[in-house]
């Protein structure tokens, strides 16, 4: 056998050639995966840095004066009475006689815009539960402004010129003697997570949106994945190769890159135009978030059902089992790992979609937490968008947090994914 040819030079040169290329093929490749790296990396940073100061809220102490008069009761003392009381007034007035020298009208306005416009909610809710408070004094914690709490956090340079800022020389000057008289601080933002969504950022929270997320995917869960699974078994196990199967599978794998604003005019259409469900709805967003989830469901559970080998089927077929029998009883739980993988899969897509809510109405303002699939609502993602068309420096802050919320939910469903693929994966 003649081997010049494989030593020949021209062959050293070619096989030298394709070594070079095959190295700058992998260097491509991994600047590519390096690139894709550092840009998640950087993307991660911008909202960690942005988000993460909204986990923490400025509070002012106030000694606080429950004067029947101030608040406006007279002899009643029931809960309607309560509710209806003074609050602000009462606030304000434990301003005035923190900052005495404080007497021009716009003066005044000035000092009590430092705190916020929630602090009277919270004396109400100290009251009703404690009517005798009344006629006491106490002092009490109560969130700043949303400016305040910019400013304390560092986001607004004191330095800068008064112009150039929202908070005035004479507020930061009332701001500094609190905070050496030990009456500011921060503390961790309960409110973001136990509150619904508001005009103020610093009384504005995620737990409607998340409450609403919840309930939607709790529709699309329970539709779309019996669905999924029974159209999958049957166009894998039962339906005759025809034109019309055909059909049925190339329909199926094109709605899969329909984009979903298309399925959001389709629920406004069909479930609120024609069925006449009520608009910003978890029932019409779980609705809709199923028609756009079923295509990908479908494709993984018929994926899953192929991985099982024909020899469990003929297997079964032997023993004398029947077609549903061996579907059932061998090749479901076989191909369940894989349909769960893909079911979580399409929900984590599901819990992150904005268009088809949008055209359902659920950008509504909702303050309240929905307690039902019928309660007007909103979603996460929604929420993330509301808030990022607000022009207060502070929801900027929340829009960021929001979004590091909706990533754990996103990153927490797959990594589940990847669990039960692995726990429950055979190979064959």
Excluded: C
Excluded at 29 to 34: E, L, Q, Y
Aim: glycine letters at 8%.
């Amino acid at each position: 056998m003649d081997t010049s040819i494989h030593t020949s030079e021209a062959m050293v040169r070619r096989r030298a050639k394709r070594r070079a290329a095959e190295r700058r093929f992998r260097a491509y490749g991994a600047t590519a995966v390096a690139l894709a790296i550092a840009a998640l990396g950087a993307l991660f940073a911008s909202i960690i840095g942005n988000g993460y100061t909204a986990f923490q809220q400025t509070y002012i102490e106030l000694e606080i004066t429950y004067d029947p008069e101030t608040l406006g009761l007279g002899e009643a003392r029931d809960a309607a009475a309560l509710s209806a009381a003074n609050y602000p007034g009462v606030v304000k007035k434990a301003m005035r006689e923190t900052f005495p020298e404080v007497t021009g009208r716009r003066a005044k306005r000035r000092l009590y815009g430092i705190v916020s416009s929630g602090a009277s909610f919270i004396l109400r809710e100290r009251v009703l539960a404690d009517p005798g408070l009344v006629g006491e004094t106490r002092r009490v914690w109560v969130p700043a402004d949303d400016d305040v709490d910019m400013l304390v956090k560092g986001h607004i340079d004191r330095d800068a010129p008064e112009a150039e800022r929202r908070v005035k020389d004479d507020q930061i000057a009332w701001i500094t003697r609190l905070e050496r008289a030990g009456r500011i601080e921060k503390r961790f933002n309960t409110t973001f997570f136990t509150a619904g969504d508001s005009r103020e950022p610093e009384l504005a929270g995620v737990r409607g949106a998340a409450a609403g997320s919840f309930f939607t995917l709790l529709v699309t869960l329970a539709l779309s994945f019996p669905i999924g699974v029974a159209a999958a078994v049957y166009l894998e196990e039962f339906a005759p190769t025809n034109r019309l199967t055909d059909l049925i599978e190339v329909n199926i794998n094109n709605l899969a890159a329909v984009p979903s604003i298309i399925f959001g005019l389709l629920g406004l259409a069909v479930f609120i135009n024609f069925f006449g469900l009520p608009r910003s709805a978890p029932l019409v967003g779980g609705l809709v978030l199923t028609l756009m989830t079923l295509p990908t469901i479908i494709i993984a559970s018929r994926a899953a059902l192929k991985s099982v080998p024909p020899s469990i089927r003929e297997a079964a077929l032997g023993m004398g089992a029947s077609k549903m029998q061996t579907i059932t009883h061998h090749v479901l739980p076989l191909a369940m790992p894989g349909m769960l993988t893909g079911t979580i899969i399409g929900m984590a897509q599901a819990l992150g979609e904005t268009a088809p809510l949008l055209m359902i109405g659920m950008v509504a303002f909702i303050v309240d937490v929905p307690g039902g699939l019928l309660d007007p609502s909103t979603a996460l993602p929604v929420q993330i968008f509301l808030w990022a068309d607000s022009p207060e420096r502070a929801f900027i802050e929340r829009t960021s947090a929001a979004i590091m919320v909706l990533l754990a939910f996103l990153i927490t469903m797959n990594a589940l994914a990847v669990v039960l693929r692995r726990r429950f994966e055979r190979r064959w």
